[in-house]
């Protein structure tokens, strides 16, 4: 009789729906996985990126303590004021002649890597290359407070120019220094440069 039972229509019908409704269960429960994996991936890369900034910070206060090794704190604080009139007048010729003064009074503290970038980014033509380079082979591992590497920032700068201008293999050439060589740097929004490189390819 039990044989006879479950291979009845009626029970093959009722196996059937069981099984149709389990299945269906499973692909809501796939899809309310999936959409939750989507609203925590941005939290989940919003913590990535300030591990990274605070990683990288701690590299720009390993520099400055370097630099306190240096020089006394009031020759460091001079070079901060001198700095300091460049983030106040940004592009103007008194933030310039600051920061060339910074320079030449204090050519190997952090800053100064910082102050050689801030003045490429506000020349043009050959001036602007020139104090990029400089900034890559002088000043490659200075960083700013908000972990923005010198070195690597002026490469994807230059590479940029280069690409403005249809050099293509000279561009490439430096986006592949930056993939290699700085991995883990970042523009001053906290992104990495190579997903930037990434999404300009693109």
């Given amino acids: 009789m039990a044989a006879l039972a479950a ?14 409704q389990l299945k269906q269960r499973v692909a809501q429960l796939e899809k309310q996985v999936q959409e939750m994996a989507q609203l925590l991936e941005p939290l989940k890369a919003q913590q990535a990126m300030e591990l990274r900034r605070n990683a990288l910070h701690q590299k720009f206060e390993q520099k400055a303590a370097r630099d306190r090794e240096k020089y006394t704190a009031e020759q460091l604080g001079e070079a901060e004021g001198l700095y300091q009139v460049a983030n106040q007048k940004w592009g103007s010729p008194e933030a310039a002649k600051s920061l060339q003064t910074m320079i030449e009074k204090f050519p190997d503290v952090n800053r100064t890597g910082c102050a050689v970038l801030y003045l490429a980014q506000n020349s043009q033509g050959d001036e602007r290359a020139r104090r990029l380079q400089d900034c890559m082979e002088k000043y490659s591992d200075c960083f700013y407070g908000d972990g923005v590497q010198v070195g690597a920032y002026a490469r994807f700068l230059l590479a940029q120019d280069f690409r403005s201008k249809l050099e293509l293999k000279k561009a490439d050439a430096l986006d592949e220094e930056v993939k290699a060589k700085f991995p883990d740097a970042v523009d001053h929004s906290g992104h990495l440069l190579v997903d ?3 999404a300009e390819m693109q």
């Fill in 196 to 198: 930037s490189l990434k």
């Fill in 7 to 20: 291979s009845s229509p009626v029970c093959a019908q009722t196996n059937a729906d069981d099984v149709a």
